[in-house]
């Protein structure tokens, strides 16, 4: 079992700067690639980014690009999503989770965590 709890979620303003937090626990996590996603009211879960332990990540470059950065801390099993240049469109409730592949896809990861939400204020 992994147990994944996020932090840092918040009220910001256009153009401010939030990081996440993604606190792992759990013998294997280390076995586990993480990922972030978002979901916004009436739209589906969308894919945010993804990192390895080892230090390999992705991103989605259709809003990511230039704004959003992944990185962790093995020795604090923390997942850091740090976020700049924030605007409206990146209000949503922001997910951790953790899957045995570095993917887009939600369904392939297997643990989440409670959500944190993020609200840009216009």
């Known amino acids: 079992q992994v147990q994944l709890v996020e932090s840092g979620g918040g009220l910001v303003q256009t153009g401010g700067s939030l990081r996440l937090s993604c606190a792992a626990s759990?013998?294997?996590?280390?076995?586990?690639?993480m990922g972030w996603f978002r979901q916004a009211p009436g739209k589906e879960r969308e894919f945010v980014a993804a990192?390895?332990?080892?230090?390999?990540?992705?991103y989605n470059s259709e809003f990511g690009k230039g704004r959003f950065t992944v990185s962790r801390d093995t020795a604090k099993n923390t997942v850091y999503l740090q976020m700049n240049s924030l605007n409206p469109e990146d209000t949503a409730v922001y997910y951790c989770?953790?899957?045995?592949?570095?993917?887009?896809?939600?369904?392939?990861?297997?643990?989440w965590g409670q959500g944190t939400q993020v609200t840009v204020s216009s």
């Open positions: 990192t390895r332990w080892g230090g390999e990540w992705i």
């Open positions: 759990g013998r294997t996590v280390g076995n586990y690639d």
């Open positions: 989770a953790a899957g045995g592949v570095l993917s887009r896809d939600y369904r392939l990861y297997h643990y």
